[in-house]
């Protein structure tokens, strides 16, 4: 990704706040009547924006929460129908409008794999997968097929061309050992606050048959978020890992956008669960807690 492109993303995504985080913020207090009534005020005041779309969208996220799944299915439409027309055309808000539809399709298929129709929501999400491939919505889009269909599946291969710390093993040659995958950004706070956590895991669990696989990839930018080319920025990724994750020195950190996109790991960190005959047992966009991961190693290992 280069700057301009990362720089966009940061920007649009600035600009999505307001709206957005007011209507998730009355959705976390369990007031959706006061969420309908930020979303009509600003309507009347905005018209149709990118941010209303992605805040309607936030009102389906918290309609399904609250078990109202005809609601949240109303809401995901209304944003989907609200974004699809800014789509056609050459726009410049197009990275806007990209980040909508992203939170629209994830709303849609949460609700329909809620309504007890997930091989319709994967197949749904396949479909959308093929119209924003090449976008920024890529693994947005790959990450949710993966939480409703990578469980139970045999995990896919990681690319190992370039790494960091040791050569990265390929999860065939693991088989008979539980692997986490430990997908990391070097911008990431949550993937730093992991470290301990995860290195106290490994020493624990480790001698069991626990692998550990750290992937992480190019974003074009460095510190202060200046542009860089892959040969910059590949030493800066370099410096990060060995300053904050001195305690994992022992990971293989595979470098390539390619694994991101193939387990759509669009939340960093996303951690996977890989048990020991080479089958996803658990797929976490997100921290985790130690508590949580030392269940899904347990299971793993069994």
């Avoid at 994967?122 to 997968?129: I, M």
């Avoid at 069991?208 to 974003?219: E, H, K, V």
Wanted: aromatic share 8%.
């Amino acid at each position: 990704m280069r700057l301009a492109f990362a720089a966009a993303l940061l920007l649009t995504s600035s600009a999505l706040a307001g709206i957005v985080e007011d209507v998730r913020a009355a959705i976390a207090r369990n007031d959706f009547a006061d969420a309908d009534r930020q979303v009509q005020a600003y309507r009347q005041s905005r018209g149709a924006t990118p941010e209303l779309a992605t805040a309607i969208a936030w009102q389906a996220r918290g309609a399904l929460a609250a078990k109202n799944l005809d609601r949240a299915a109303a809401y995901a439409d209304q944003s989907r129908q609200m974004i699809l027309p800014n789509l056609r055309g050459p726009r410049v808000d197009h990275a806007q409008w990209l980040i909508a539809i992203g939170a629209a399709i994830e709303a849609q298929a949460q609700v329909m794999a809620a309504q007890g129709e997930t091989a319709e929501a994967v197949l749904f999400l396949r479909e959308e997968l093929k119209t924003y491939t090449g976008t920024s919505i890529q693994e947005r889009v790959q990450k949710n097929i993966n939480l409703l269909s990578l469980e139970g599946k045999p995990a896919p291969a990681l690319e190992a061309a370039v790494w960091f710390g040791p050569k990265p093993p390929s999860i065939a040659s693991l088989r008979g050992k539980a692997v986490l995958l430990f997908f990391w950004a070097h911008w990431c706070p949550d993937c730093k606050a992991s470290v301990p956590i995860i290195a106290g895991l490994m020493k624990k669990y480790g001698p069991q048959g626990l692998a550990l696989i750290g992937p992480t990839r190019y974003y074009g930018y460095v510190a202060n978020g200046n542009d860089a080319t892959p040969e910059v920025e590949k030493p800066y990724i370099e410096q990060i890992r060995r300053q904050y994750y001195a305690p994992l020195a022992n990971m293989a950190a595979p470098l390539s956008n390619a694994n991101f996109v193939r387990y759509g790991a669009s939340s960093t960190p996303t951690l996977v669960m890989v048990d020991r005959r080479g089958i996803v047992s658990w797929f976490h966009p997100g921290a985790a807690t130690e508590r949580e991961l030392t269940v899904q190693i347990e299971r793993a290992l069994r």
